[in-house]
């Protein structure tokens, strides 16, 4: 079984440019997380699909980032216009409706965003 | 609301020696706690998981883990360690029978020598 993906596995923008960030999560699993990692700072949640449903983006910064998820399948994380502080390692993550007492949530490697 | 402490950024030992990697956390519910190790230029790996059954909790490569409920405390362990546990690892925290969003905590980087 093919474990989740995220492409670009690094990436470097200009300020002002824009990046998308893509992840394929567990083929089955309808849950789907954004985490990102800035310098020095705990991993910290952006959001949650259900399917392709919006579940929770409390963790959206602001109104710069934009994620999708068309179709239930893979998920893009865009970022227009980049700023130096979105810098950092943006993780996806996935895991099935219900299993069991608890979700595990399985990590891609993370994409390595540098802002110049 | 749940937080989570690592009480050490940086822990080295010798290899072969025990690891304590040390954790409190804070959880207005009914918590889940797991251990979650990266290794260089790899993703999350969990490590070991606690929720709600045992308090004592066995993971990968020797690893183990206690939850103590009075101490709110989830601390890490190894007997003997080894040069491939180099590594970091996050302490984190979710509620327990939900697919909530996980709180990690800052991060512990263990350094093994010889």
């Known amino acids: 079984e093919a474990g989740v993906t995220q492409f670009p596995s690094h990436s470097v923008i200009e300020k002002g440019q824009t990046v998308t960030l893509r992840c394929d999560p567990i083929?089955?699993?309808?849950?789907l997380y954004w985490y990102r990692r800035v310098m020095g700072k705990e991993i910290k949640f952006l959001l949650h699909?259900?399917?392709?449903?919006?579940?929770?983006e409390s963790g959206m910064p602001n109104n710069r980032f934009l994620a999708e998820r068309t179709g239930g399948t893979y998920s893009t994380l865009k970022v227009q216009p980049a700023e130096l502080e979105d810098s950092g390692v943006y993780f996806c993550?996935?895991?099935?409706?219900?299993?069991?007492?608890?979700?595990?949530?399985?990590f891609g490697p993370g994409t390595r965003l540098t802002v110049t | 609301a749940q937080s989570v402490t690592q009480l050490d950024s940086h822990v080295s030992v010798s290899e072969g020696t025990p690891v304590l990697l040390r954790c409190n956390y804070s959880s207005s519910y009914s918590p889940s706690l797991f251990w979650y190790v990266q290794h260089p230029n790899k993703g999350l790996q969990l490590l070991l998981k606690?929720?709600?059954?045992?308090?004592l909790v066995k993971g990968i490569n020797g690893f183990e883990a206690e939850f103590k409920k009075s101490e709110t405390s989830f601390h890490l362990t190894k007997p003997s360690a080894h040069m491939s546990d180099a590594a970091e690892y996050f302490c984190?925290?979710?509620?327990?029978?939900?697919?909530?969003?996980?709180?990690f905590g800052t991060g512990t980087r263990l350094q093994v020598t010889l």
């Open positions: 699909f259900v399917k392709e449903s919006k579940q929770d």
């Open positions: 083929s089955g699993h309808d849950n």
């Open positions: 993550a996935s895991s099935k409706i219900r299993t069991s007492e608890y979700y595990e949530q399985y």
């Open positions: 606690y929720t709600s059954a045992a308090t």
């Open positions: 984190v925290v979710t509620i327990t029978g939900t697919a909530s969003k996980l709180t």
